[in-house]
């Protein structure tokens, strides 16, 4: 008797068994899929959206502000006190003011306030790259490299072609250093020169800034004294100071208008010598992308308005008294800074120099 053959019956068995698990399986995927929808869903809710930091600055109707609290005038002038409060001017200032306001005009109704943070200039660019500040406004030299400010990005100059220079209350040094340099076709001098022009005499810089570097970097023969800011560089008796080394601006309003018995290392002709060209910027932290291409904007509109070289006008060349300025235009800030701020430091010589 023959043996029916039952592969068919039993392949029919296993497509129905299959069938059936993919029937119970169905549900289960179902349900695992919208699990997922809902997980996903979860994480939407907890993991923070990026958020551009102009929407935030907007969000929040604040522009957290620093500036060094050391004054550099005319940049920023020593804050004052006024029936409001205390207030702080100077042309960085103003500046604050135009982005503040082209900020107000960007968020709509939302008026912005500048919260304005005075900080020590050797520890500002620590507080930048941490988050804790927007940008920082001082006169910042933005093309000249420094390691202690990676992380950080420059605007567009708003106060271009300028420059390193020198000081000195003595008319003999300034005679020295006249006849060593000679005639230049450029009042650029090669380090080379200054620091043969500068051999042996006390020459006094604020520390963490760019002449501090140019001095470490090209005047070895120099005894270097780093001071906590300008104005003790100026009344530093031990040690005595033969040169100062800082910023032309500055040095231009400060020996025209407050120290008028310093004079410029200076040309035949009158000319200040520069020892390195330097180009001012706003500082923001690397990432700033978005408020970089914003302050780049207002810039570029300033000057191409001719608002900015106004700007610079007004600070450099107007007669003005500046407590005037500070009580009906400046910006006030923490008035707990005020004393920091009138604390003029002072100088001490550089191990080794």
Not at 43 to 62: G, N, W, Y
Not at 308 to 314: I, P, S, Y
């Amino acid at each position: 008797m023959a043996v029916p053959d039952r592969r068919p019956v039993l392949k029919a068995m296993a497509v129905s068994r299959r069938s059936n698990h993919a029937f119970f399986l169905l549900p289960l995927a179902l349900a695992a899929v919208a699990g997922c929808g809902l997980v996903m869903d979860s994480l939407r809710v907890l993991l923070p959206t990026p958020t551009d930091e102009l929407d935030a600055i907007c969000s929040r109707q604040k522009i957290r502000v620093a500036m060094a609290i050391e004054p550099t005038q005319p940049f920023v002038f020593p804050a004052i006190w006024t029936d409001e409060g205390s207030r702080v001017t100077g042309l960085d200032v103003e500046l604050v003011r135009e982005i503040t306001s082209a900020l107000s005009a960007r968020c709509g109704r939302q008026g912005i306030t500048p919260v304005l943070h005075l900080v020590q200039f050797r520890n500002l660019f620590v507080e930048l790259n941490e988050g804790k500040l927007d940008l920082f406004v001082s006169a910042v030299a933005a093309n000249v490299p420094i390691p202690a400010r990676a992380g950080l990005a420059y605007s567009l100059p708003y106060f271009p072609d300028s420059g390193l220079s020198g000081i000195t209350k003595q008319p003999e040094i300034a005679g020295r250093v006249r006849d060593r340099v000679g005639r230049l076709p450029d009042r650029l001098v090669p380090s080379t020169m200054m620091k043969e022009a500068l051999a042996g005499l006390n020459v006094a810089v604020q520390e963490g800034t760019t002449a501090q570097l140019f001095a470490e970097a090209n005047l070895a023969e120099s005894r270097l004294v780093l001071c906590d800011s300008l104005p003790a560089a100026f009344e530093s008796q031990d040690p005595p100071i033969d040169v100062i080394l800082g910023k032309e601006p500055v040095f231009q309003y400060t020996i025209t208008r407050v120290r008028r018995d310093w004079q410029f290392l200076a040309s035949p002709s009158g000319q200040p010598f520069l020892l390195a060209r330097e180009h001012y910027a706003i500082v923001m932290a690397e990432e700033s992308y978005g408020l970089r291409r914003f302050v780049n904007d207002v810039l570029f509109q300033l000057e191409t308005s001719g608002r900015l070289a106004e700007m610079r006008r007004r600070w450099f060349s107007e007669r003005y008294a500046y407590p005037r300025r500070a009580a009906t235009e400046g910006l006030p800030f923490a008035v707990e800074k005020m004393a920091a701020q009138q604390y003029q430091g002072e100088c001490r010589k550089q191990p080794g120099r």
